[in-house]
């Protein structure tokens, strides 16, 4: 499970950004059944809940720093988490046609560059490839990688940004310790741009379009 101060300090990253952000635990009938989430008002997505994309936080490579006996510092990470951010109401969309995943192409061996991107898989995707704000968005933010995932079990469908997070905990107190724990480096916050626009695409093709008379 992720860990609970993974969503108190998401919760408190949207704050800082001047967002309306509330934590929905499992038992809400707002969120996914069984699933800890955030919902962030004001956005075209509904909710965002965390996965862990491999492994999970405490088996990351870490290190302890301090400059006495009395304090130490301990970095976990980077741990990979995918960040779903949900939009809700499938309606009788077929699944395959609401696959897609973010092709890239860089240049460069050590510091890779960003030099094009496509969207690969069923009709979304194609939906996806006409919007050209949307490619310039992830272009300038470099936000990747991405991919769609309909849910029809949930009735929703998952836009899915792979991060690394990392986990600090630090330790203080010779006889007594005491220890506190605090996450950092989640998504900058113009990965809200890019879900935004491509949950708009989502919305989209899930209307039923209207048929002239």
Same mark, same amino acid.
């Given at each position: #499970? $992720?860990?609970?101060?993974?969503?108190?300090? /998401? /919760? %408190?990253?949207?704050q800082q950004a001047g967002l309306n952000p509330e934590i929905f635990e499992p038992n809400n009938p707002q969120t996914i059944p069984g699933e800890k989430s955030i919902k962030v008002n004001g956005r075209k997505f509904d909710l965002v809940i965390l996965k862990f994309a491999g492994g999970s936080i405490g088996f990351g490579r870490g290190g302890t720093i301090g400059p006495s006996i009395g304090f130490q510092q301990q970095n976990i990470g980077p741990t990979l988490i995918n960040f779903n951010y949900i939009v809700k109401g499938m309606i009788n969309s077929n699944e395959n046609d609401l696959k897609a995943e973010l092709k890239v192409k860089t240049e460069g061996f050590i510091s890779k560059k960003l030099v094009d991107v496509h969207w690969e898989g069923g009709l979304l995707a194609g939906q996806l490839n006409g919007d050209t704000q949307l490619k310039d968005t992830i272009m300038k933010s470099s936000v990747i990688p991405l991919k769609v995932e309909p849910d029809k079990k949930n009735n929703c469908v998952h836009i899915i940004n792979e991060h %690394? *997070?990392?986990? $600090? *905990?630090?330790?203080?107190? *010779? $006889?007594?310790?005491? %220890?506190?724990?605090?996450v950092e480096n989640f998504p900058p916050m113009e990965t809200l741009d890019v879900i935004d626009k491509i949950a708009t695409n989502v919305r989209a093709y899930m209307t +039923?379009?209207?048929? +002239? #008379?």
């Open positions: #499970m $992720i860990p609970n101060e993974v969503f108190r300090d /998401l /919760l %408190a990253y949207y %690394a *997070i990392r986990e $600090i *905990i630090t330790r203080s107190g *010779i $006889i007594v310790q005491k %220890a506190e724990t605090r +039923p379009q209207t048929v +002239p #008379m």
